[in-house]
C-alpha cells in the first residue's frame, strides 16, 4: 500500500511541469494623465512584441480595473512583457520616468498579478505644448541612411536669428521629444527653450539646438555603441555616422552656423549621455564640447577600452553630471569619477572637465533639466563671454560699392568704431577687426559675391552690405 502511495506521488511531480497553467494581469493603478479614451495593452515576447495587437487588448473588469488573461501555458514558461497604449511611443516608464527593463513571469507561479503603471513615454499624450515659439520641427521624416530610417528632428533658433545676420554655435541634443515640449515628453521636459531664452534675455549668447527623437523601441540600438547580452543594442556607431555625415552637413548648409568644433556640441543623458561621450571621443574632430548627464557607463565594460583606444586628439571640455541616488545597484557617480580619472590620464585637462553629483538627484528629467543652464553656459563660455551682439540700431553706407580693394564705411551718427565683422551670405565670420582705423577696411583678398557689414560702437550696431568685385 506505502509502495503504491509512493509511486502515485512520484508520477505526480513527474507530470507537474507539463501542467497548464493560467494568469490574469490587474492594472491596479495608473497615471494620473492617462488619457479616458485609450485602450491598454500588453506586449511582450509572446505577442512578437507587438506594441497594440488586438489579441491582447486589455478590458476593464466589474472593479473597473483593466486586466488580461492571457492563454494557458505549461508551468514554468517565463515570459517577458510590457504594458503600452497602443505604440512604443507610449510604452510605461518607471517612477521618475525612466527607462524600465522587461517585466517577467514564471506560469505557475500564480494564478493573478497586480500591476502599478507609474508613467507613460509620451506623458500622457499632453495636447497642451508648452514649446516656445522659436522652436520649430525642422522635420517629421529625416532621412536616416545609416539606419534605413527616418526621424523627427527640432531645431531651437535663438532670439533675433531671423534678423540678425550671424552665425552661431550648434548643440546636437538626443531625446528630443523630451527637450522643449510637455506634450511630447514624459515625466517632464528638459525646458531647453525656456532655459535659453531667459538667457538670451540677460545679455547672454545662446546656441542653435537640434533635438533628435528617440527612435522608442530603437533608442536602446542607437544609443549605444555596443551590445548588451540583457539588452542588446549596438548601433550607436551608425547613428552617429548619421549626425557628422548626414544631419551636421544639412545643417550648416541650410541654417547660419558656426560649423568648426569649438562651436559644436553634443548632449544627452542616461543612453544619451553614454552616446554623447561615445561620439565626442569617436569624432573629437566635429566636436569640441560634450555633456553627459546620468550617464550609462555600466551598459558594456567595452567604454573603458573604447576611451582608452580613442585617446585624446584634440582639447574637449566636457561637463559631467549625475546623482546621488540614481540607482541602489549602480554606482553611477563611481563610474563618472572614474571616467574623469580615466580621461586625465590621456592627457584631457582637468581644469576642461567638470563633474557634478546632486545630493538627492535622481534619474529624471528635473534633475537633468535644472543643471542644463549651468551646463551650457560651462560648455560654451568662450561664446558666451565673446564679443556681444547688441540689438541693431543704426545703418552703415559702403562705398565703393561694389568694391576691389580698399571699403570705407560711415553712419551719419559716428565716425569711429569700436569692432568691425565682415560676413559672408551663409553667415561666416571672415573678418573681425577691433578698432578699424580711419573707417576703412581692405578687403581684396575677399572672394567675388555680396557681404554684410557689421560695425559695433558702445551698444549700438551697424550693418551695412556690400559686393566684392
Not at 545609416?146 to 554655435?169: D, H, V
Not at 573604447?306 to 585617446?311: C, K, N, Q, S, Y
Not at 580693394?405 to 573678418?431: A, C, P, Q, W, Y
Not at 577691433?434 to 578687403?443: E, F, G, L
Request: charged letters at 20%; a neutral charge; glycine letters at 10%.
Amino acid at each position: 500500500m506505502i509502495r503504491k502511495l509512493f509511486l502515485n506521488l512520484l508520477l505526480c511531480v513527474t507530470v507537474l511541469p507539463g501542467l497548464q497553467a493560467q494568469v490574469t494581469f490587474i492594472i491596479e493603478s495608473l497615471p494620473a494623465n492617462t488619457p479616458p479614451q485609450d485602450n491598454l495593452y500588453i506586449a511582450g515576447d509572446f505577442t512578437n512584441w507587438d506594441p497594440g495587437s488586438a489579441q491582447y487588448v486589455m478590458h476593464k473588469n466589474e472593479q473597473g480595473k483593466w486586466s488580461i488573461t492571457l492563454p494557458a501555458q505549461s508551468a514554468g514558461t517565463v515570459i517577458k512583457y510590457k504594458f503600452t497604449r497602443g505604440s512604443w511611443e507610449t510604452v510605461e516608464k518607471g517612477a521618475s520616468g525612466e527607462e524600465i527593463t522587461d517585466r517577467t513571469y514564471t506560469f505557475g507561479s500564480s494564478s493573478q498579478v497586480s500591476i502599478i503603471i507609474y508613467n507613460w513615454a509620451d506623458g500622457g499624450g499632453s495636447n497642451t505644448s508648452t514649446a516656445a515659439a522659436n522652436v520649430k520641427i525642422m522635420s517629421s521624416n529625416f532621412s536616416m541612411p545609416q539606419l534605413n530610417r527616418t526621424r523627427k528632428i527640432w531645431i531651437y533658433l535663438p532670439p533675433g536669428y531671423e534678423t540678425s545676420g550671424l552665425a552661431y554655435p550648434v548643440l546636437y541634443m538626443h531625446d528630443g521629444q523630451n527637450l522643449f515640449d510637455n506634450q511630447t515628453s514624459f515625466a517632464g521636459e528638459w525646458k531647453v527653450d525656456e532655459a535659453l531664452n531667459n538667457l538670451a534675455t540677460q545679455g547672454k549668447k545662446v546656441p542653435i539646438v537640434i533635438g533628435i527623437e528617440n527612435g522608442g523601441n530603437y533608442r536602446i540600438g542607437e544609443y549605444t555603441p555596443w551590445i548588451n547580452p540583457d539588452y542588446g543594442g549596438g548601433d550607436g556607431e551608425k547613428y552617429m555616422q548619421f549626425i557628422v555625415e548626414t544631419l551636421k552637413p544639412y545643417v550648416d548648409q541650410n541654417y547660419r552656423t558656426l560649423p568648426d568644433r569649438e562651436n559644436t556640441g553634443i548632449m544627452g543623458s542616461s543612453l544619451g549621455g553614454l552616446i554623447s561621450h561615445f561620439g565626442a571621443l569617436r569624432y573629437q574632430s566635429v566636436f569640441g564640447k560634450a555633456g553627459i548627464f546620468s550617464p550609462s557607463y555600466w551598459f558594456s565594460d567595452s567604454v573603458w577600452k573604447f576611451t582608452h583606444d580613442a585617446g585624446k586628439l584634440n582639447n574637449m571640455r566636457i561637463y559631467q553630471l549625475c546623482g546621488s541616488d540614481e540607482s541602489s545597484e549602480i554606482d553611477v557617480p563611481g563610474d563618472m569619477y572614474r571616467m574623469n580619472d580615466s580621461l586625465v590620464k590621456l592627457g584631457f585637462a582637468q581644469v576642461n572637465i567638470f563633474n557634478k553629483v546632486v545630493a538627492g538627484g535622481k534619474h529624471n528629467e528635473k534633475l537633468w533639466s535644472e543643471a542644463f543652464s549651468e551646463a551650457y553656459q560651462w560648455l560654451f563660455n568662450d561664446y558666451i563671454t565673446s564679443f556681444a551682439d547688441p540689438v541693431q540700431d543704426e545703418g552703415i553706407t559702403c562705398y565703393p560699392n561694389p568694391v576691389t580693394n580698399e571699403l570705407t564705411f560711415k553712419s551719419t551718427r559716428k565716425t569711429h568704431f569700436d569692432t568691425l565683422i565682415i560676413m559672408d551670405i551663409n553667415g561666416k565670420v571672415v573678418k573681425n577687426i577691433k578698432a578699424p582705423a580711419n573707417n576703412k577696411v581692405y578687403v581684396r583678398n575677399l572672394k567675388p559675391g555680396s557681404y554684410i557689414l557689421k560695425c559695433m560702437a558702445g551698444e549700438v550696431r551697424f550693418e551695412g552690405k556690400f559686393i566684392k568685385k
